[in-house]
Protein backbone atom coordinates (compact mmCIF):
# COMPACT_ATOMS: atom_id res chain seq x y z
CA UNK A 1 0.00 0.00 0.00
CA UNK A 2 1.08 3.57 -0.66
CA UNK A 3 1.90 5.64 2.38
CA UNK A 4 0.49 8.56 2.76
CA UNK A 5 2.99 11.47 3.60
CA UNK A 6 2.95 11.74 7.68
CA UNK A 7 5.34 15.02 7.58
CA UNK A 8 6.15 18.24 5.30
CA UNK A 9 9.09 17.65 2.87
CA UNK A 10 11.41 20.15 2.57
CA UNK A 11 11.33 23.03 0.19
CA UNK A 12 13.92 23.17 -2.29
CA UNK A 13 15.18 26.72 -2.69
CA UNK A 14 18.54 26.02 -4.55
CA UNK A 15 19.74 29.33 -7.32
CA UNK A 16 22.48 29.29 -9.18
CA UNK A 17 23.67 32.07 -11.09
CA UNK A 18 23.80 31.20 -14.81
CA UNK A 19 25.80 32.37 -17.69
CA UNK A 20 24.64 33.15 -21.27
CA UNK A 21 23.77 30.06 -22.92
CA UNK A 22 23.80 29.82 -26.58
CA UNK A 23 20.39 28.67 -27.30
CA UNK A 24 17.36 30.33 -29.19
CA UNK A 25 14.76 32.10 -26.47
CA UNK A 26 12.00 29.41 -25.54
CA UNK A 27 10.17 32.83 -24.02
CA UNK A 28 10.71 34.91 -21.86
CA UNK A 29 11.47 34.68 -18.20
CA UNK A 30 8.96 32.62 -16.37
CA UNK A 31 7.73 31.65 -13.27
CA UNK A 32 5.17 29.25 -12.73
CA UNK A 33 2.86 30.00 -9.48
CA UNK A 34 1.01 28.44 -6.96
CA UNK A 35 2.15 24.88 -8.02
CA UNK A 36 2.17 21.82 -5.87
CA UNK A 37 5.44 20.86 -6.91
CA UNK A 38 7.41 17.46 -6.12
CA UNK A 39 10.74 16.81 -7.89
CA UNK A 40 13.72 14.21 -6.59
CA UNK A 41 17.37 15.86 -6.76
CA UNK A 42 20.43 14.48 -7.14
CA UNK A 43 21.32 13.94 -3.42
CA UNK A 44 18.53 11.95 -3.07
CA UNK A 45 15.87 13.01 -1.34
CA UNK A 46 12.35 13.98 -3.18
CA UNK A 47 11.66 17.62 -2.13
CA UNK A 48 8.52 19.93 -2.46
CA UNK A 49 7.96 23.64 -3.94
CA UNK A 50 5.36 26.15 -5.20
CA UNK A 51 7.11 27.76 -7.24
CA UNK A 52 9.90 27.43 -10.73
CA UNK A 53 11.64 30.30 -12.42
CA UNK A 54 13.02 29.65 -15.49
CA UNK A 55 14.95 31.93 -18.07
CA UNK A 56 14.49 32.47 -21.40
CA UNK A 57 16.55 29.97 -22.82
CA UNK A 58 14.51 27.28 -20.91
CA UNK A 59 17.01 26.39 -18.02
CA UNK A 60 15.93 26.50 -14.47
CA UNK A 61 16.85 29.21 -12.69
CA UNK A 62 15.32 28.44 -8.67
CA UNK A 63 12.66 26.30 -7.46
CA UNK A 64 10.84 27.25 -3.66
CA UNK A 65 8.73 29.11 -3.13
CA UNK A 66 6.82 32.61 -4.85
CA UNK A 67 8.70 35.25 -2.80
CA UNK A 68 11.66 33.18 -3.38
CA UNK A 69 11.30 33.12 -7.61
CA UNK A 70 10.28 36.54 -7.79
CA UNK A 71 13.08 38.16 -6.33
CA UNK A 72 15.47 35.92 -8.65
CA UNK A 73 13.35 37.07 -11.88
CA UNK A 74 11.73 40.43 -11.04
CA UNK A 75 10.59 41.12 -14.10
CA UNK A 76 9.47 37.33 -15.62
CA UNK A 77 5.75 37.04 -16.65
CA UNK A 78 3.99 34.51 -14.05
CA UNK A 79 1.66 31.17 -14.83
CA UNK A 80 -0.68 30.29 -12.23
CA UNK A 81 -1.32 26.68 -12.20
CA UNK A 82 -3.91 27.00 -9.31
CA UNK A 83 -2.63 24.61 -6.88
CA UNK A 84 -2.04 21.53 -9.24
CA UNK A 85 0.66 19.22 -9.20
CA UNK A 86 3.90 19.65 -10.92
CA UNK A 87 6.54 16.83 -11.60
CA UNK A 88 9.95 16.94 -13.59
CA UNK A 89 9.42 15.79 -17.12
CA UNK A 90 8.75 12.04 -18.01
CA UNK A 91 11.12 9.74 -19.47
CA UNK A 92 10.38 6.50 -20.57
CA UNK A 93 13.85 4.98 -21.09
CA UNK A 94 12.59 2.43 -24.17
CA UNK A 95 10.11 2.81 -26.58
CA UNK A 96 9.91 3.10 -30.76
CA UNK A 97 8.73 6.39 -31.25
CA UNK A 98 8.28 6.08 -35.53
CA UNK A 99 6.35 2.51 -34.16
CA UNK A 100 3.60 4.61 -32.41
CA UNK A 101 3.38 6.97 -34.78
CA UNK A 102 2.76 4.19 -37.63
CA UNK A 103 0.05 2.85 -35.74
CA UNK A 104 -2.58 5.04 -36.51
CA UNK A 105 -2.16 3.86 -40.16
CA UNK A 106 -2.84 0.51 -39.64
CA UNK A 107 -5.64 -2.01 -38.24
CA UNK A 108 -5.61 -1.84 -34.85
CA UNK A 109 -5.35 -5.22 -32.79
CA UNK A 110 -4.61 -4.52 -29.73
CA UNK A 111 -8.82 -3.76 -28.82
CA UNK A 112 -9.83 -6.44 -30.28
CA UNK A 113 -10.86 -9.38 -27.24
CA UNK A 114 -10.69 -12.49 -29.69
CA UNK A 115 -9.84 -13.59 -32.80
CA UNK A 116 -13.57 -13.11 -34.77
CA UNK A 117 -13.18 -9.59 -33.37
CA UNK A 118 -9.73 -9.15 -35.21
CA UNK A 119 -10.59 -10.96 -38.14
CA UNK A 120 -13.92 -7.91 -38.84
CA UNK A 121 -10.99 -5.60 -37.81
CA UNK A 122 -8.80 -6.49 -40.63
CA UNK A 123 -11.78 -6.70 -42.55
CA UNK A 124 -13.47 -3.39 -41.93
CA UNK A 125 -10.00 -1.45 -42.59
CA UNK A 126 -9.14 -3.34 -45.94
CA UNK A 127 -12.88 -2.71 -46.91
CA UNK A 128 -12.22 1.03 -45.93
CA UNK A 129 -8.63 1.65 -47.27
CA UNK A 130 -9.12 -0.27 -50.85
CA UNK A 131 -5.94 1.20 -52.20
CA UNK A 132 -3.39 0.29 -50.06
CA UNK A 133 -1.46 -2.52 -51.91
CA UNK A 134 -0.64 -3.99 -48.55
CA UNK A 135 -3.04 -4.31 -45.04
CA UNK A 136 -0.62 -3.82 -42.16
CA UNK A 137 -1.71 -3.81 -38.23
CA UNK A 138 -0.78 -4.42 -34.99
CA UNK A 139 -0.93 -5.34 -31.57
CA UNK A 140 -2.19 -8.85 -31.99
CA UNK A 141 -2.02 -11.67 -28.93
CA UNK A 142 -3.47 -14.89 -28.88
CA UNK A 143 -2.77 -15.07 -25.02
CA UNK A 144 -5.55 -12.46 -24.48
CA UNK A 145 -7.96 -14.15 -27.07
CA UNK A 146 -7.84 -17.79 -25.22
CA UNK A 147 -7.20 -19.23 -28.87
CA UNK A 148 -4.51 -22.14 -27.47
CA UNK A 149 -2.49 -21.92 -30.59
CA UNK A 150 -1.57 -19.02 -32.76
CA UNK A 151 -4.04 -17.55 -35.62
CA UNK A 152 -3.12 -18.87 -39.40
CA UNK A 153 -3.13 -17.70 -43.02
CA UNK A 154 -6.38 -19.52 -43.21
CA UNK A 155 -7.92 -17.30 -40.42
CA UNK A 156 -6.75 -14.37 -42.70
CA UNK A 157 -7.57 -15.66 -46.28
CA UNK A 158 -11.54 -15.59 -45.11
CA UNK A 159 -11.70 -11.98 -44.65
CA UNK A 160 -8.90 -10.71 -46.50
CA UNK A 161 -7.41 -12.88 -49.79
CA UNK A 162 -6.81 -10.40 -52.74
CA UNK A 163 -4.18 -8.41 -51.06
CA UNK A 164 -1.04 -9.16 -48.24
CA UNK A 165 -1.75 -8.88 -44.93
CA UNK A 166 0.78 -8.69 -42.33
CA UNK A 167 0.26 -8.16 -38.69
CA UNK A 168 2.16 -7.56 -36.04
CA UNK A 169 2.04 -9.08 -32.87
CA UNK A 170 1.40 -7.17 -29.88
CA UNK A 171 5.23 -7.58 -28.39
CA UNK A 172 7.14 -6.78 -32.50
CA UNK A 173 8.34 -10.70 -32.19
CA UNK A 174 6.19 -12.29 -34.68
CA UNK A 175 4.51 -11.34 -37.59
CA UNK A 176 1.13 -13.06 -38.56
CA UNK A 177 0.43 -13.19 -42.89
CA UNK A 178 -2.20 -14.17 -44.54
CA UNK A 179 -1.67 -16.69 -47.78
CA UNK A 180 -1.01 -14.00 -50.45
CA UNK A 181 2.28 -12.21 -48.27
CA UNK A 182 3.27 -15.71 -48.11
CA UNK A 183 3.74 -15.86 -51.54
CA UNK A 184 5.01 -12.39 -52.05
CA UNK A 185 7.27 -13.20 -49.50
CA UNK A 186 8.53 -16.50 -51.30
CA UNK A 187 8.28 -18.56 -47.98
CA UNK A 188 7.11 -22.51 -48.91
CA UNK A 189 7.79 -25.66 -46.79
CA UNK A 190 10.97 -25.45 -47.95
CA UNK A 191 11.77 -22.57 -46.76
CA UNK A 192 14.66 -23.02 -44.01
CA UNK A 193 13.85 -21.56 -40.07
CA UNK A 194 16.80 -18.63 -40.30
CA UNK A 195 19.03 -18.19 -37.44
CA UNK A 196 17.51 -16.84 -34.51
CA UNK A 197 13.91 -17.34 -36.25
CA UNK A 198 10.80 -19.72 -36.81
CA UNK A 199 8.83 -19.99 -39.35
CA UNK A 200 5.37 -21.93 -37.62
CA UNK A 201 4.65 -24.94 -39.42
CA UNK A 202 1.70 -27.93 -39.61
CA UNK A 203 2.17 -31.54 -39.32
CA UNK A 204 2.69 -31.45 -42.71
CA UNK A 205 5.73 -28.52 -42.58
CA UNK A 206 3.54 -25.98 -44.50
CA UNK A 207 4.16 -22.79 -43.38
CA UNK A 208 0.81 -22.04 -41.30
CA UNK A 209 1.35 -17.81 -41.28
CA UNK A 210 2.99 -17.17 -38.41
CA UNK A 211 6.86 -15.37 -38.34
CA UNK A 212 8.68 -15.68 -35.27
CA UNK A 213 12.07 -12.94 -34.42
CA UNK A 214 14.26 -12.87 -37.74
CA UNK A 215 12.32 -14.90 -39.48
CA UNK A 216 9.85 -11.71 -39.60
CA UNK A 217 12.65 -10.04 -42.30
CA UNK A 218 11.70 -12.69 -44.68
CA UNK A 219 8.28 -11.14 -45.14
CA UNK A 220 9.50 -7.34 -44.14
CA UNK A 221 11.59 -7.00 -47.15
CA UNK A 222 8.86 -7.23 -49.54
CA UNK A 223 6.77 -4.98 -47.64
CA UNK A 224 6.94 -1.08 -49.49
CA UNK A 225 8.90 1.13 -46.85
CA UNK A 226 7.63 4.46 -45.82
CA UNK A 227 8.39 7.42 -48.46
CA UNK A 228 9.31 10.27 -46.44
CA UNK A 229 6.18 11.93 -46.13
CA UNK A 230 5.17 9.05 -44.55
CA UNK A 231 8.10 9.30 -42.03
CA UNK A 232 7.87 12.34 -40.93
CA UNK A 233 3.61 12.08 -40.42
CA UNK A 234 4.45 9.16 -38.19
CA UNK A 235 7.13 11.16 -36.20
CA UNK A 236 4.36 13.25 -35.71
CA UNK A 237 1.75 11.65 -34.61
CA UNK A 238 4.04 10.08 -32.02
CA UNK A 239 5.16 13.09 -30.91
CA UNK A 240 2.08 14.76 -30.36
CA UNK A 241 1.18 11.41 -28.27
CA UNK A 242 4.26 11.82 -25.98
CA UNK A 243 3.41 15.16 -25.05
CA UNK A 244 -0.22 14.45 -24.11
CA UNK A 245 1.52 11.53 -21.79
CA UNK A 246 3.62 13.78 -20.40
CA UNK A 247 7.01 12.15 -21.59
CA UNK A 248 9.37 15.07 -22.31
CA UNK A 249 11.98 12.52 -23.11
CA UNK A 250 12.34 8.95 -24.97
CA UNK A 251 15.20 6.52 -25.80
CA UNK A 252 14.27 5.59 -29.38
CA UNK A 253 15.07 1.53 -29.28
CA UNK A 254 16.51 1.06 -32.44
CA UNK A 255 16.78 3.48 -35.37
CA UNK A 256 17.67 3.39 -38.94
CA UNK A 257 19.62 6.24 -40.43
CA UNK A 258 16.61 7.53 -42.75
CA UNK A 259 15.07 7.95 -39.40
CA UNK A 260 18.29 9.98 -37.95
CA UNK A 261 18.11 12.46 -40.51
CA UNK A 262 14.43 13.41 -39.74
CA UNK A 263 15.38 12.85 -36.08
CA UNK A 264 18.56 15.86 -37.18
CA UNK A 265 16.58 17.67 -38.88
CA UNK A 266 13.54 18.19 -36.69
CA UNK A 267 15.90 19.20 -34.30
CA UNK A 268 17.93 21.87 -36.00
CA UNK A 269 14.47 23.10 -36.58
CA UNK A 270 13.04 23.26 -33.28
CA UNK A 271 10.44 20.60 -33.91
CA UNK A 272 10.92 18.17 -31.45
CA UNK A 273 8.78 18.23 -28.88
CA UNK A 274 10.28 15.07 -26.31
CA UNK A 275 13.91 14.87 -26.10
CA UNK A 276 14.95 11.42 -28.19
CA UNK A 277 18.16 9.38 -26.80
CA UNK A 278 18.62 7.22 -29.95
CA UNK A 279 20.22 3.85 -30.29
CA UNK A 280 21.28 2.63 -33.83
CA UNK A 281 19.66 -0.50 -34.66
CA UNK A 282 22.40 -3.03 -34.84
CA UNK A 283 25.98 -2.55 -36.33
CA UNK A 284 25.15 -3.01 -39.87
CA UNK A 285 25.64 -0.96 -43.09
CA UNK A 286 23.60 1.71 -41.11
CA UNK A 287 25.78 1.68 -37.89
CA UNK A 288 28.96 1.87 -40.34
CA UNK A 289 27.27 5.58 -41.97
CA UNK A 290 26.16 6.68 -38.59
CA UNK A 291 29.44 6.02 -36.40
CA UNK A 292 31.80 7.35 -39.03
CA UNK A 293 32.14 10.99 -36.63
CA UNK A 294 31.32 8.76 -33.33
CA UNK A 295 28.53 9.12 -31.11
CA UNK A 296 26.55 12.17 -30.90
CA UNK A 297 25.36 14.16 -28.00
CA UNK A 298 23.64 17.45 -26.50
CA UNK A 299 22.77 18.18 -30.25
CA UNK A 300 20.49 20.71 -30.72
CA UNK A 301 20.53 21.89 -26.93
CA UNK A 302 19.99 18.12 -26.01
CA UNK A 303 17.19 17.70 -27.86
CA UNK A 304 18.78 14.64 -29.89
CA UNK A 305 21.67 12.36 -29.17
CA UNK A 306 22.95 9.18 -31.04
CA UNK A 307 25.14 7.49 -28.24
CA UNK A 308 23.78 3.89 -28.21
CA UNK A 309 23.38 0.71 -30.07
CA UNK A 310 20.80 -1.85 -29.70
CA UNK A 311 21.38 -5.09 -30.14
CA UNK A 312 19.21 -8.26 -29.91
CA UNK A 313 19.75 -11.28 -27.91
CA UNK A 314 15.90 -12.96 -27.97
CA UNK A 315 12.89 -13.17 -28.59
CA UNK A 316 9.63 -12.62 -26.37
CA UNK A 317 7.86 -15.02 -23.98
CA UNK A 318 4.46 -14.31 -25.78
CA UNK A 319 5.41 -15.87 -28.69
CA UNK A 320 7.75 -18.75 -26.65
CA UNK A 321 11.00 -16.53 -28.42
CA UNK A 322 12.86 -15.94 -25.36
CA UNK A 323 15.68 -17.88 -24.91
CA UNK A 324 15.57 -20.11 -21.34
CA UNK A 325 18.38 -22.28 -20.38
CA UNK A 326 15.67 -25.42 -19.53
CA UNK A 327 12.59 -26.15 -21.85
CA UNK A 328 9.43 -23.82 -21.56
CA UNK A 329 7.37 -25.15 -18.76
CA UNK A 330 4.35 -25.03 -20.90
CA UNK A 331 6.21 -26.34 -24.60
CA UNK A 332 8.83 -28.29 -23.24
CA UNK A 333 9.59 -28.98 -26.94
CA UNK A 334 11.38 -25.71 -27.14
CA UNK A 335 13.71 -23.25 -25.30
CA UNK A 336 13.04 -20.41 -27.15
CA UNK A 337 16.21 -18.95 -29.87
CA UNK A 338 19.32 -17.16 -29.53
CA UNK A 339 19.38 -14.64 -32.23
CA UNK A 340 23.36 -15.71 -32.55
CA UNK A 341 25.88 -17.70 -31.36
CA UNK A 342 28.20 -16.54 -28.77
CA UNK A 343 30.88 -15.27 -30.72
CA UNK A 344 28.78 -13.48 -33.23
CA UNK A 345 27.38 -11.74 -30.56
CA UNK A 346 30.49 -11.15 -28.63
CA UNK A 347 31.72 -9.29 -31.93
CA UNK A 348 28.56 -7.38 -32.54
CA UNK A 349 29.00 -5.50 -29.24
CA UNK A 350 33.14 -5.84 -29.41
CA UNK A 351 31.87 -3.35 -32.88
CA UNK A 352 29.92 -0.82 -30.80
CA UNK A 353 31.68 -0.64 -27.87
CA UNK A 354 35.35 -0.03 -29.64
CA UNK A 355 33.62 2.84 -31.55
CA UNK A 356 32.69 4.30 -28.23
CA UNK A 357 29.00 3.35 -27.47
CA UNK A 358 26.67 2.62 -25.29
CA UNK A 359 25.72 -1.28 -26.02
CA UNK A 360 21.73 -1.50 -25.28
CA UNK A 361 20.88 -5.32 -25.83
CA UNK A 362 17.55 -6.74 -25.76
CA UNK A 363 17.00 -9.51 -23.22
CA UNK A 364 14.37 -11.17 -21.86
CA UNK A 365 15.28 -15.02 -20.94
CA UNK A 366 17.27 -16.50 -18.81
CA UNK A 367 19.79 -17.37 -21.52
CA UNK A 368 19.57 -14.09 -23.38
CA UNK A 369 20.46 -12.66 -20.50
CA UNK A 370 22.78 -14.92 -19.40
CA UNK A 371 24.68 -14.94 -22.94
CA UNK A 372 24.75 -10.74 -22.88
CA UNK A 373 26.08 -10.88 -19.06
CA UNK A 374 29.53 -13.10 -20.18
CA UNK A 375 30.05 -10.35 -23.22
CA UNK A 376 29.84 -7.66 -20.92
CA UNK A 377 32.14 -9.19 -18.07
CA UNK A 378 34.55 -9.80 -21.30
CA UNK A 379 34.53 -6.73 -22.95
CA UNK A 380 33.85 -3.80 -20.43
CA UNK A 381 37.69 -4.72 -19.04
CA UNK A 382 38.76 -4.95 -22.25
CA UNK A 383 37.72 -1.07 -23.03
CA UNK A 384 37.53 0.78 -19.66
CA UNK A 385 34.12 1.42 -20.79
CA UNK A 386 31.80 1.17 -17.56
CA UNK A 387 31.31 4.59 -17.87
CA UNK A 388 29.32 4.09 -20.82
CA UNK A 389 27.03 2.51 -18.60
CA UNK A 390 25.71 -0.63 -20.94
CA UNK A 391 22.24 -1.63 -20.71
CA UNK A 392 20.26 -4.85 -21.04
CA UNK A 393 16.47 -4.49 -22.32
CA UNK A 394 14.06 -5.66 -20.22
CA UNK A 395 15.75 -8.01 -18.14
CA UNK A 396 12.96 -10.16 -17.67
CA UNK A 397 13.63 -13.58 -16.10
CA UNK A 398 17.25 -13.51 -14.86
CA UNK A 399 18.98 -16.73 -13.47
CA UNK A 400 19.09 -16.02 -9.66
CA UNK A 401 22.85 -15.84 -9.38
CA UNK A 402 23.03 -13.76 -12.56
CA UNK A 403 21.03 -10.91 -10.73
CA UNK A 404 24.15 -9.70 -9.22
CA UNK A 405 26.24 -9.36 -12.07
CA UNK A 406 24.56 -6.38 -12.89
CA UNK A 407 25.33 -4.94 -9.75
CA UNK A 408 29.15 -5.78 -10.34
CA UNK A 409 29.16 -5.36 -13.78
CA UNK A 410 27.85 -1.90 -13.76
CA UNK A 411 25.15 -3.14 -16.08
CA UNK A 412 21.72 -0.87 -15.98
CA UNK A 413 17.96 -3.11 -16.02
CA UNK A 414 15.95 -0.83 -18.82
CA UNK A 415 12.69 -2.35 -17.41
CA UNK A 416 8.90 -1.53 -18.34
CA UNK A 417 6.29 -2.20 -15.51
CA UNK A 418 3.65 -2.74 -17.29
CA UNK A 419 5.32 -5.88 -19.07
CA UNK A 420 4.85 -7.60 -15.78
CA UNK A 421 1.14 -6.33 -15.49
CA UNK A 422 0.83 -7.23 -19.51
CA UNK A 423 2.61 -10.72 -19.14
CA UNK A 424 0.85 -11.85 -15.65
CA UNK A 425 -1.80 -13.86 -17.39
CA UNK A 426 0.77 -15.77 -19.33
CA UNK A 427 4.33 -15.47 -17.95
CA UNK A 428 4.26 -18.13 -15.22
CA UNK A 429 2.60 -20.80 -17.54
CA UNK A 430 5.78 -20.22 -19.83
CA UNK A 431 8.66 -20.38 -17.07
CA UNK A 432 7.01 -22.38 -14.07
CA UNK A 433 6.80 -21.28 -10.26
CA UNK A 434 10.88 -21.95 -10.06
CA UNK A 435 11.84 -19.36 -12.31
CA UNK A 436 9.24 -16.60 -11.98
CA UNK A 437 10.52 -15.95 -9.01
CA UNK A 438 13.53 -14.58 -10.27
CA UNK A 439 11.53 -12.27 -12.96
CA UNK A 440 10.33 -9.33 -13.33
CA UNK A 441 12.24 -9.15 -10.28
CA UNK A 442 12.42 -5.19 -9.28
CA UNK A 443 12.76 -5.33 -6.01
CA UNK A 444 15.56 -7.57 -6.01
CA UNK A 445 17.36 -5.16 -8.32
CA UNK A 446 17.00 -1.99 -6.13
CA UNK A 447 17.69 -3.50 -2.90
CA UNK A 448 21.45 -4.84 -4.32
CA UNK A 449 21.70 -0.97 -5.62
CA UNK A 450 20.95 -1.21 -9.33
CA UNK A 451 19.49 1.58 -10.78
CA UNK A 452 16.46 0.59 -13.05
CA UNK A 453 15.67 2.72 -15.68
CA UNK A 454 11.73 2.47 -16.50
CA UNK A 455 10.04 2.81 -19.74
CA UNK A 456 6.78 1.04 -21.58
CA UNK A 457 8.64 -0.57 -25.00
CA UNK A 458 5.57 1.60 -26.66
CA UNK A 459 3.74 0.74 -29.20
CA UNK A 460 3.87 -2.50 -27.43
CA UNK A 461 2.32 -1.02 -24.46
CA UNK A 462 0.31 2.70 -24.00
CA UNK A 463 3.33 5.04 -23.70
CA UNK A 464 1.35 6.38 -20.60
CA UNK A 465 4.00 6.77 -17.78
CA UNK A 466 1.32 7.32 -15.21
CA UNK A 467 0.15 3.31 -15.74
CA UNK A 468 3.75 2.71 -15.31
CA UNK A 469 3.74 4.40 -11.91
CA UNK A 470 0.62 2.30 -11.35
CA UNK A 471 2.30 -1.17 -12.52
CA UNK A 472 5.52 -0.04 -10.14
CA UNK A 473 4.29 0.10 -7.27
CA UNK A 474 0.59 -1.97 -7.09
CA UNK A 475 2.09 -5.23 -9.41
CA UNK A 476 -1.73 -4.75 -10.97
CA UNK A 477 -2.89 -4.13 -14.50
CA UNK A 478 -4.99 -0.87 -14.88
CA UNK A 479 -8.36 -3.22 -14.35
CA UNK A 480 -6.59 -3.96 -10.70
CA UNK A 481 -5.76 -7.54 -11.32
CA UNK A 482 -5.12 -9.36 -9.10
CA UNK A 483 -6.44 -8.62 -6.06
CA UNK A 484 -3.30 -6.92 -3.99
CA UNK A 485 -0.70 -7.67 -6.83
CA UNK A 486 0.71 -10.01 -8.64
CA UNK A 487 4.12 -11.40 -6.54
CA UNK A 488 3.57 -7.81 -4.77
CA UNK A 489 6.90 -7.83 -2.46
CA UNK A 490 8.77 -7.01 -6.11
CA UNK A 491 6.66 -4.33 -6.08
CA UNK A 492 8.19 -0.34 -6.17
CA UNK A 493 7.58 2.50 -3.65
CA UNK A 494 6.51 5.36 -5.50
CA UNK A 495 9.44 7.63 -4.78
CA UNK A 496 11.61 4.84 -6.38
CA UNK A 497 8.90 4.36 -9.23
CA UNK A 498 9.00 8.31 -9.96
CA UNK A 499 12.80 8.14 -10.05
CA UNK A 500 13.04 5.29 -12.68
CA UNK A 501 10.89 7.15 -14.75
CA UNK A 502 13.00 11.00 -14.23
CA UNK A 503 16.91 10.66 -12.83
CA UNK A 504 17.51 7.37 -13.24
CA UNK A 505 15.95 7.33 -16.60
CA UNK A 506 18.39 10.01 -17.63
CA UNK A 507 21.25 8.47 -16.06
CA UNK A 508 20.77 5.78 -18.02
CA UNK A 509 21.33 8.15 -21.03
CA UNK A 510 24.41 10.37 -19.55
CA UNK A 511 22.20 12.87 -19.09
CA UNK A 512 21.47 13.22 -15.43
CA UNK A 513 23.06 16.67 -15.10
CA UNK A 514 20.93 18.55 -17.66
CA UNK A 515 17.01 16.74 -17.33
CA UNK A 516 15.83 14.31 -15.12
CA UNK A 517 14.95 16.54 -12.03
CA UNK A 518 14.04 20.49 -11.67
CA UNK A 519 17.29 21.60 -10.14
CA UNK A 520 19.08 25.27 -11.36
CA UNK A 521 20.76 24.73 -14.74
CA UNK A 522 18.37 21.53 -15.78
CA UNK A 523 16.30 22.17 -18.37
CA UNK A 524 12.83 23.44 -17.42
CA UNK A 525 10.89 19.92 -18.41
CA UNK A 526 7.86 19.50 -16.06
CA UNK A 527 4.53 18.45 -16.19
CA UNK A 528 1.10 19.78 -15.00
CA UNK A 529 -1.07 16.83 -14.03
CA UNK A 530 -4.66 17.02 -12.32
CA UNK A 531 -4.33 14.85 -9.07
CA UNK A 532 -0.82 14.69 -6.57
CA UNK A 533 0.38 11.40 -7.06
CA UNK A 534 1.66 11.09 -3.56
CA UNK A 535 -1.91 11.99 -1.59
CA UNK A 536 -3.99 9.75 -3.83
CA UNK A 537 -4.94 5.79 -3.02
CA UNK A 538 -2.62 4.12 -5.30
CA UNK A 539 -4.92 2.87 -7.58
CA UNK A 540 -5.69 6.34 -9.39
CA UNK A 541 -1.91 6.47 -10.33
CA UNK A 542 -3.35 5.35 -14.01
CA UNK A 543 -5.64 7.77 -13.99
CA UNK A 544 -3.71 10.80 -13.96
CA UNK A 545 -4.30 13.57 -16.34
CA UNK A 546 -1.90 15.53 -17.74
CA UNK A 547 -2.75 18.92 -18.22
CA UNK A 548 0.15 20.49 -19.48
CA UNK A 549 3.86 19.32 -21.01
CA UNK A 550 6.43 21.75 -21.35
CA UNK A 551 9.84 21.10 -22.26
CA UNK A 552 13.12 23.51 -22.41
CA UNK A 553 10.70 26.30 -20.58
CA UNK A 554 8.27 25.74 -23.83
CA UNK A 555 4.48 24.39 -23.58
CA UNK A 556 4.09 21.94 -26.23
CA UNK A 557 1.32 20.75 -24.80
CA UNK A 558 -1.78 22.29 -23.08
CA UNK A 559 -5.53 20.07 -22.15
CA UNK A 560 -8.71 21.62 -23.27
CA UNK A 561 -9.19 21.56 -19.73
CA UNK A 562 -6.53 24.26 -19.25
CA UNK A 563 -8.30 27.71 -19.15
CA UNK A 564 -5.43 30.37 -19.63
CA UNK A 565 -6.46 33.78 -18.93
Known amino acids: MLTPLTRPLPTLA ?9 VPA ?3 QTIIDHANGYTLTAAGPLQRFTSLAFDAQ ?77 IIGYGWNQ ?49 PDPAGGKIERDARSKPTGVLVDSAMALADKVVPLPTPAQARAMLDNALALLAKAGLTSVHDAGITAAQDSIYRDYADHGKLTARVYAMIGDT ?20 YALAAVKLYADGALG ?14 STRGLLFYPDAEMRAKMDKAMKAGYQVNVHAIGDAGNHQILDAYAQLIPRYQAAALRHRIEHAQVVLPDDIPRFKTLGIIPSMQPTHATSDQNMAEQRVGHERIKSAYAWRTFLDQGSRIACGSDFPVEPPDPFEGLHAA ?89 VKDK
Not at 88 to 116: C, K
Not at 284 to 303: H, S, V
Not at 532 to 557: H, N, S
Open 143 to 191: EAWKLGRFPTAADLDAVVADRPVLLHRVDGHASWLNSTALAMAGITGDT
Open 58 to 134: GRVVAVGSEAETAARLPGARHVDVHGKTVLPGLIDAHGHVFGLGEIASGVDLFAPASLPAALRAVADFARAHPDNAW
Open 319 to 332: SRGAALMAPYSDLP
Open 14 to 22: LTIALGAAA
Open 26 to 28: AHA
Open 473 to 561: VTRQSAAGVPVGGWYKHQAMTLNEALRCFTLDAAYAARQENVIGSLEPGKWADFVVIDRDIFAVPPAQLGKVEVLQTWMGGKRVYKSAA
Open 284 to 303: GADFDQLAKNGPLTGYANDT
